[in-house]
């Protein structure tokens, strides 16, 4: 059995040491190389272990972005790693619907929209008055900020070492939870103010499903 003694994954006064033993039989008091147990003297520069203390950075950075994100807050019974992966399935099926309402817009309604409309009774009798000025479409602006996130989030994964094959995974079964919403939204031929409600609708229960996913 090793002596615990020089067992690695020590501290000394509050800091990470080596601990390996030394010709005096005194435990390592050199710090680690970032991410290993051991210094570069006890085998922390060899291949094997660096290419360890590497996928540990990248754990470790994962790890503290999907905090700061707030994503591991979503998903507490899994691993960070895994708790992003079902942030970029949700996150794209958000992209693909919205994309198909970007592409029912004709081109003025892309980029000149209502910006404000008064309606009720005025000195004069009835009113109904809607302003409109050159701005991008609501839709557009929706769809722009969840790429944006999808873009963010995916890179973060391939950073930390995450397969491209399970991110694009994820983005497949996002792209087929995508697909079916909009089918059964389609099918329900909806009105202006329905299709308008669903700009907010859609994206919380969308929100809603993540935390719901195995």
């Known amino acids: 059995m090793a002596d615990p003694k020089y067992a690695p994954g020590q501290t000394r006064d509050g ?57 591991q807050d979503k998903y507490p019974d899994v691993d960070p790693g ?50 409109s000025e050159a701005k991008p479409s609501v839709w557009y602006e929706l769809y722009e900020r969840e790429r944006e996130r999808l873009v963010k989030f995916s890179a973060i994964a391939l950073k930390a070492g995450i397969e491209e094959r399970r991110v694009r995974l994820a983005e497949q079964q996002g792209e087929l939870v995508a697909g079916v919403l909009k089918r059964i939204l389609d099918g329900l ?9 669903t700009q907010t609708i859609v994206p919380t229960e969308l929100r809603a499903l993540e935390g719901n996913m195995p």
Do not use: F, Y
Not at 83 to 112: F, M, N, S, Y
């Open 189 to 197: 031929n909806l009105t202006p103010e329905q299709w308008e409600l």
């Open 82 to 131: 895994q708790a992003l992966l079902r942030e970029i399935q949700i996150t794209h099926a958000h992209v693909e619907w919205l994309r198909g309402k970007v592409e029912e817009l004709t081109p003025r309604e892309l980029v000149w929209g209502e910006t404000q409309h008064k309606a009720g009774i005025g000195k004069e009798g009835p009113i109904d008055e809607m302003t």
């Open 15 to 71: 800091k990470a040491i080596c601990g390996a033993r030394k010709r005096n039989d005194d435990p390592c008091g050199a710090p680690p190389i970032k991410g290993g147990t051991r210094c570069g003297k006890h085998g922390g520069r060899s291949p094997q272990v660096m290419r360890k203390a590497e996928k540990n950075l990248a754990e470790q950075d994962l790890a503290k972005q999907v905090r700061t994100l707030g994503i």
